[in-house]
Antibody, heavy 118, light 106 residues
Framework: QVQLVQSGAEVKKPGASVKVSCKASGYTFTSYDINWVRQAAGQGLEWMGWMNPNSGNTGYVQKFQGRVTMTRDPSISTAYMELSGLRSEDTAVYYC???????????WGQGTLVTVSS | SYELTQPPSVSVSPGQTASITCSGDKLGDKYTWWYQQKPGQSPVLVIYQNSKRPSGIPERFSGSNSGNTATLTISGTQAMDEADYYCEAWDSNTEVFGSGTKVTVL
């Protein structure tokens, strides 16, 4: 069965960077786009962008342009999302999600809590 | 930027029907997806392309989309359906989520 397993919780200081990993199994990693969605405590879902694991092509929400980088290592079926210039407002659970259109967000990772605090 | 508006909360008695709306400009011209999220868990896709149900999702979940409003309907609501529900659509190269609706089964 398809699984997306994310890296563990992180605590970072303002201005630092965080890199969250998402390891895929149960399907051919290069077949489905990987998207990243975040959720602040008690808040709704916010889409950050997508990556094609085959080509490495990416698309980011304008809000995160210049701060977010999505990459992948096909040899280990793992996608990464790096967010730089962290501020307290970036404290949230970050999810990777995948699927084949039209069930584009069919599979979800367990989430990674990123806490930004001085 | 495109916005999707949902009511913050909906209450329903067990066995009754819950309707969750999602409003956006000309939303009926787009496809809508719906996700269920229970506390402490990752979201689950319950409806895609307006009205299609993924395998494993109970038949009591249905969806429609017309005009400016998409609707997720839960027929014969059960206690296990208590959760937050988010609509989602694609607009101008952006995935847009609604603000979410908390469904309480009283």
């Amino acid at each position: 069965q398809v699984q997306l397993v994310q890296s563990g919780a992180e605590v970072k200081k303002p201005g630092a960077s965080v890199k969250v990993s998402c390891k895929a199994s149960g399907y051919t990693f290069t077949s489905y786009d990987i998207n990243w969605v975040r959720q602040a405590a008690g808040q709704g879902l916010e889409w950050m962008g997508w990556m094609n694991p085959n080509s490495g092509n990416t698309g980011y929400v304008q809000k995160f342009q210049g701060r977010v980088t999505m990459t992948r290592d096909p040899s280990i079926s793992t996608a990464y999302m790096e967010l730089s210039g962290l501020r307290s407002e970036d404290t949230a659970v970050y999810y990777c999600t995948s699927g084949v259109y039209p069930k584009k967000f069919d599979y979800w990772g367990q989430g990674t809590l990123v806490t930004v605090s001085s | 930027s495109y916005e999707l508006t949902q009511p913050p909360s909906v209450s329903v008695s067990p066995g009754q029907t819950a309707s969750i709306t999602c409003s956006g400009d000309k939303l009926g011209d787009k496809y809508t997806w719906w996700y269920q999220q229970k506390p402490g868990q990752s979201p689950v896709l319950v409806i895609y392309q307006n009205s299609k149900r993924p395998s494993g999702i109970p038949e009591r979940f249905s969806g429609s989309n017309s005009g400016n409003t998409a609707t997720l309907t839960i027929s014969g609501t059960q206690a296990m359906d208590e959760a937050d529900y988010y609509c989602e659509a694609w607009d101008s190269n952006t995935e847009v989520f609604g603000s979410g609706t908390k469904v309480t089964v009283l």
